[in-house]
């Protein structure tokens, strides 16, 4: 007797239509999920699968069909080296491991300190007709504008970095804002002991700070420190991201006023500029946690100006979020809606382990 792997191996849709009592056209829809059936003629079509176990092999299908699918993906302009460099590199590798389905990728930046831009920048990729689409969100009311295009047309669309839930993406990848600034400050206060006072460094542009992932994390940060140390003093101080070249003197300025305060954190990826500002200093008594695995943030950490940085895994989020649209859109799987991003806090002892595994994994 044949066992069911062959018998199933040799099942054809022409054979599904005729037991099913319906058009092969009918059949392929019902696998692909399309409209255009009956309810009738569905639940024909899934009893017969389902008595079958029929699996379909999406991935055979999708190299036979040669169909081109062109992903869009909308980022923050930024520098080579800085964060979004990791993300853009997990993006290309995920190109790479899927490029048997005919798959491209375009990549366009917007200001994130500018209003408007990331609304210029998602239509321009809307004028291309992408089959989904990988986007960082700016603020809440230029983010709707472009969703609610996508949603128009029935394009798929992937968040990382930062997650705004209630406008539905298929996916979100990065991590939990509010939960990491809440562990940060639990960190900080471990760190500070029965210090009684922290400066929060903020990278902000015209009011405007640059990632929803920042304000957030403040958020959490705030949380923790008014439900466990109401009584601690926190110091905000804004550097001007379009005038880095006046960095220095506000620094000077400020710690000139509050010689005293030796902790501080910020909570975006330009940690460096602390970091470097206290090794040209030579002040080796102040006591710094920042975010992501920039060169120049390892580099501080290495001297012994940054205490703790908090990794979220940009390469990651960058490969999960084209890896998605292609089980999505292509192999026809499920794909898990809210994605997190470990906590990992890292230090100069543990620092080189995570990065060795982290090159190993790539």
């Given at each position: 007797?044949?066992?069911?792997?062959?018998?199933?191996?040799?099942?054809?849709?022409?054979?599904?239509?005729?037991?099913?009592?319906?058009?092969?056209?009918?059949?392929?829809?019902?696998?692909?999920?399309?409209?255009?059936?009956?309810?009738?003629?569905?639940?024909?079509?899934?009893?017969?699968?389902?008595?079958?176990?029929?699996?379909?092999?999406?991935?055979?299908?999708?190299?036979?069909?040669?169909?081109?699918?062109?992903?869009?993906?909308?980022?923050?302009?930024?520098?080579?080296?800085?964060?979004?460099t990791d993300v853009e590199k997990g993006m290309q590798q995920a190109m790479k491991a899927f490029s048997?389905?005919?798959?491209?990728?375009?990549?366009?930046?917007?200001?994130?300190?500018?209003?408007?831009?990331?609304?210029?920048?998602?239509?321009?990729?809307?004028?291309?007709?992408?089959?989904?689409?990988?986007?960082?969100?700016?603020?809440?009311?230029?983010?709707?504008?472009?969703?609610?295009?996508?949603?128009?047309?029935?394009?798929?669309?992937?968040?990382?970095?930062?997650?705004?839930?209630?406008?539905?993406?298929?996916?979100?990848?990065?991590?939990?804002?509010?939960?990491?600034?809440?562990?940060?400050?639990?960190?900080?206060?471990?760190?500070?002991?029965?210090?009684?006072?922290?400066?929060?460094?903020?990278?902000?542009?015209?009011?405007?700070?640059?990632?929803?992932?920042?304000?957030?994390?403040?958020?959490?940060?705030?949380?923790?420190?008014?439900?466990?140390?109401?009584?601690?003093?926190?110091?905000?101080?804004?550097?001007?991201?379009?005038?880095?070249?006046?960095?220095?003197?506000?620094?000077?300025?400020?710690?000139?006023?509050?010689?005293?305060?030796?902790?501080?954190?910020?909570?975006?990826?330009?940690?460096?500029?602390?970091?470097?500002?206290?090794?040209?200093?030579?002040?080796?008594?102040?006591?710094?946690?920042?975010?992501?695995?920039?060169?120049?943030?390892?580099?501080?950490?290495?001297?012994?100006?940054?205490?703790?940085?908090?990794?979220?895994?940009?390469?990651?989020?960058?490969?999960?979020?084209?890896?998605?649209?292609?089980?999505?859109?292509?192999?026809?799987?499920?794909?898990?809606?809210?994605?997190?991003?470990?906590?990992?806090?890292?230090?100069?002892?543990?620092?080189?382990?995570?990065?060795?595994?982290?090159?190993?994994?790539?």
């Open positions: 007797m044949e066992n069911v792997d062959k018998q199933t191996a040799r099942i054809r849709i022409k054979d599904i239509a005729q037991m099913a009592e319906v058009s092969v056209g009918t059949v392929d829809r019902v696998l692909h999920g399309r409209t255009g059936v009956s309810e009738a003629s569905r639940k024909k079509v899934e009893n017969i699968l389902k008595q079958l176990d029929y699996q379909p092999n999406m991935y055979a299908s999708a190299l036979a069909s040669n169909k081109k699918y062109v992903f869009a993906c909308l980022l923050p302009m930024h520098a080579e080296g800085d964060y979004w048997d389905f005919n798959i491209s990728l375009h990549i366009d930046y917007y200001d994130q300190y500018e209003f408007g831009s990331f609304v210029s920048a998602g239509n321009r990729l809307l004028t291309m007709e992408p089959d989904g689409l990988v986007i960082s969100p700016t603020i809440e009311t230029e983010t709707e504008q472009i969703v609610k295009q996508l949603q128009q047309r029935n394009i798929p669309y992937i968040f990382i970095d930062s997650n705004i839930p209630h406008l539905t993406p298929l996916a979100f990848y990065g991590q939990h804002a509010n939960q990491s600034g809440y562990f940060a400050a639990r960190m900080m206060k471990m760190l500070m002991q029965e210090n009684k006072e922290l400066i929060i460094f903020r990278q902000i542009n015209e009011g405007r700070l640059g990632s929803n992932q920042q304000l957030h994390r403040e958020e959490g940060f705030y949380a923790y420190m008014k439900e466990h140390h109401p009584d601690l003093k926190m110091w905000e101080l804004n550097l001007y991201a379009k005038q880095p070249g006046e960095d220095e003197s506000i620094l000077d300025d400020f710690f000139q006023k509050h010689p005293d305060i030796s902790y501080g954190i910020t909570f975006n990826s330009k940690s460096y500029i602390i970091g470097e500002y206290m090794l040209k200093h030579q002040r080796h008594d102040f006591h710094l946690i920042g975010y992501d695995l920039l060169s120049r943030n390892i580099a501080c950490m290495r001297a012994g100006t940054i205490d703790f940085l908090i990794s979220q895994q940009p390469t990651r989020q960058g490969y999960s979020s084209i890896e998605s649209l292609c089980n999505y859109l292509i192999l026809k799987k499920k794909v898990k809606e809210c994605n997190y991003m470990p906590i990992n806090l890292l230090t100069i002892e543990n620092i080189d382990f995570y990065l060795n595994a982290h090159s190993n994994n790539n």
